[in-house]
């Protein structure tokens, strides 16, 4: 081997120390020389760990599971540098989503179908980073072989979602026919869906619809984004439902919202492309609220953005019952309304 090539030193199995978060991973240590070091980190990477694609390595370098002499690095594009590097590889992941004994608060079931009022902090299905722990795993256990399998194995019965962070009411298919029906009538905004929010400031005009296109920043690829041209079109209904704080200059506000079409962070992006983002949204929620409203934040103990979705209402695919489902504000966010009250 000459001095221009990466040297690895260890591929061990097991944990040591604070280096990887499952029992089973692989800490993978590299040295690399600055003869080595030439190019993109994940070009270079993928060339000394062969047993790795430049997908897979581009994936870890974004969890923050690559160290080079200590630091994290997240950037793939960044230029490779001399070190010695700690990459964590995770043990790998089960194909198929095991069910898991996770309680559900259950509104609506039958043969056919299940409503849940999804708490915030549960994933609806299992996504990098969200293996277990979801919605799914958790209707596996409680619905077993009846969930339909029409969503594939990563997402049996699923047939919309709410973001994780967001709480409220999702429905899930347990037949096929209930499948292929709830999936028709989500396809022709023949749906009834309403959420409640809570933001900074208010929207102006107090009511109205938001027809835009919504599709990935081209700044970042993780977030959503309004955009001139491409992107998929989007329309919300809105109305402020209370302002809190002086009426000329509201401090904060609670916005009834409605979907025609359901596309990803619709609200969220849409709320905050009217000035008036989603209280306590770690990603669309640009500008610190007042100092009153940052201490009922506080006070509420409100650790997610502030979107419940309330409402549900549907015809039911195989029976043809009329079915209209809603959901109190959970707890965070009924205290942070009233500490907003209070201003």
């Not at 370098?61 to 793939?76: C, E, F, I, M």
């Not at 980073?129 to 256990?141: D, K, P, R, S």
């Not at 869906?193 to 296109?213: D, E, I, M, S």
């Amino acid at each position: 081997m000459s001095d221009a090539e990466p040297h690895l030193i260890e591929a061990a199995l097991g944990l040591e120390d604070g280096d990887l978060p499952e029992a089973g991973g692989v800490l993978v240590k590299l040295a690399l020389s600055a003869e080595a070091a030439t190019g993109r980190l994940d070009k270079v990477l993928a060339e000394a760990l062969p047993d790795y694609s430049r997908a897979r390595l581009q994936a870890l370098l974004a969890s923050g599971a690559v160290r080079r002499n200590g630091q994290v690095l997240t950037d793939a594009s960044a230029k490779a540098q001399p070190g010695d590097y700690e990459i964590a590889v995770p043990a790998p992941v089960a194909a198929e989503p095991a069910p898991e004994a996770i309680p559900l608060t259950v509104l609506y079931e039958d043969p056919h179908l299940i409503v849940i009022d999804k708490p915030a902090g549960m994933a609806v299905h299992p996504a990098p980073g969200n293996e277990t722990g979801t919605l799914v795993n958790a209707l596996l256990h409680h619905c077993g072989a009846s969930l339909s399998g029409i969503g594939g194995v990563a997402r049996p019965g699923i047939v919309h979602r709410i973001d994780k962070e967001t709480s409220g009411i999702v429905v899930a298919a347990k037949s096929d026919a209930a499948h292929q029906g709830l999936s028709a009538l989500f396809a022709a905004h023949d749906i009834d869906r309403a959420y409640v929010a809570l933001v900074r400031g208010a929207p102006k005009p107090a009511q109205g619809q938001l027809t835009t296109r919504i599709g990935r920043s081209s700044h970042d690829r993780k977030k959503m984004a309004v955009l001139k041209s491409g992107g998929r079109e989007a329309i919300t209904h809105y109305a402020v439902e209370q302002v809190f704080g002086p009426p000329d200059r509201p401090l904060a506000a609670r916005v009834a919202c409605r979907l025609e079409t359901g596309r990803t962070h619709q609200i969220r992006v849409h709320l905050a492309a009217l000035g008036a983002p989603c209280l306590g949204d770690p990603v669309y929620g640009a500008g610190a609220p007042a100092q009153a409203v940052r201490t009922a934040l506080a006070e509420a103990g409100l650790q997610r953005q502030a979107l419940h979705a309330a409402l549900l209402g549907f015809v039911h695919p195989v029976t043809g019952e009329v079915l209209r489902f809603e959901s109190q504000l959970p707890e965070d966010m009924a205290r942070l309304e009233a500490g907003l009250a209070e201003l």
